[in-house]
């Protein structure tokens, strides 16, 4: 009867931590710092910038709009925060067209000019920690990262009419590796790991009906099925 009580006790308390946990995530998708506060409050997280990365890196049930908009704040704490969100990413081996992608789908980028800089000069920074040698500093690899988001827009923007071509898009980096050129051949390849196409979907399972998200991405003229963010095409 005693062991029976307490299996029944220790399921009620991680009935009652999952409802508390969706709340949280609930109130975050409204308020993310009210959120934040709420799972603090009760417990669900704690107050240091590596457990609240963690909650948003694994993002389940939350708004990645909101997130991105949380981790663009100015704030001393928030920014601690991205500086760990980033350094759960593992860029190692990656082009930088590939950690974008890996990057930019664990949130979205927000609107605001001076929080998407916030955000990218972290990205920058983790890139090249990640991989020494690639370019000479870390703001090489921010102004490049914005000209491929740049790039990418417009190649997928039905709006946007005049196409940049490859040669187009050399010429516009010139001169932002310290003052000289990147290799033309480390230009072009950037350039063609750009998807043509890119899209997630949630699909059943089989005989367990629970919803995973999958990844579909369009390239080459090659359609290529993915589980996580981090595989690339051949």
């Not at 196409?163 to 000289?180: D, L, T």
């Given at each position: 009867?005693?062991?029976?009580?307490?299996?029944?006790?220790?399921?009620?308390?991680?009935?009652?931590?999952?409802?508390?946990?969706?709340?949280?995530?609930?109130?975050?998708?409204?308020?993310?710092?009210?959120?934040?506060?709420?799972?603090?409050?009760?417990?669900?997280?704690?107050?240091?910038?590596?457990?609240?990365?963690?909650?948003?890196?694994?993002?389940?049930?939350?708004?990645?709009?909101?997130?991105?908009?949380?981790?663009?704040?100015?704030?001393?704490?928030?920014?601690?925060?991205?500086?760990?969100?980033?350094?759960?990413?593992?860029?190692?081996?990656?082009?930088?067209?590939q950690a974008l992608r890996q990057f930019l789908w664990s949130f979205r980028l927000p609107g605001e000019a001076q929080?998407?800089?916030?955000?990218?000069?972290?990205?920058?920074?983790?890139?090249?920690?990640?991989?020494?040698?690639?370019?000479?500093?870390?703001?090489?690899?921010?102004?490049?990262?914005?000209?491929?988001?740049?790039?990418?827009?417009?190649?997928?923007?039905?709006?946007?009419?005049d196409k940049p071509p490859v040669e187009r898009f050399i010429s516009m980096n010139r001169g932002i590796n310290e003052?000289?050129?990147?290799?033309?051949?480390?230009?072009?390849?950037?350039?063609?790991?750009?998807?043509?196409?890119?899209?997630?979907?949630?699909?059943?399972?089989?005989?367990?009906?629970?919803?995973?998200?999958?990844?579909?991405?369009?390239?080459?003229?090659?359609?290529?099925?993915?589980?996580?963010?981090?595989?690339?095409?051949p």
């Amino acid at each position: 009867m005693v062991k029976i009580i307490h299996v029944w006790s220790s399921f009620y308390k991680t009935s009652q931590r999952n409802k508390q946990i969706a709340m949280g995530r609930k109130k975050f998708n409204m308020d993310p710092k009210k959120g934040i506060q709420f799972l603090l409050e009760n417990d669900l997280l704690q107050h240091t910038p590596e457990d609240i990365a963690q909650f948003l890196y694994k993002g389940e049930g939350l708004n990645k709009t909101v997130i991105g908009d949380y981790l663009g704040e100015r704030d001393d704490f928030n920014i601690k925060v991205l500086q760990a969100f980033v350094e759960l990413h593992e860029f190692a081996d990656l082009n930088l067209v590939q950690a974008l992608r890996q990057f930019l789908w664990s949130f979205r980028l927000p609107g605001e000019a001076q929080k998407i800089d916030r955000m990218m000069e972290a990205f920058a920074s983790r890139y090249c920690q990640c991989n020494p040698g690639v370019f000479q500093s870390t703001d090489t690899c921010y102004v490049l990262s914005f000209a491929i988001i740049m790039l990418n827009t417009s190649l997928h923007n039905p709006n946007v009419r005049d196409k940049p071509p490859v040669e187009r898009f050399i010429s516009m980096n010139r001169g932002i590796n310290e003052g000289g050129d990147l290799p033309e051949e480390l230009l072009r390849i950037h350039l063609f790991s750009l998807p043509s196409y890119a899209v997630c979907f949630s699909l059943a399972g089989g005989r367990v009906k629970t919803w995973k998200r999958r990844w579909f991405i369009l390239t080459d003229n090659c359609l290529y099925y993915f589980e996580y963010t981090t595989m690339q095409p051949p």
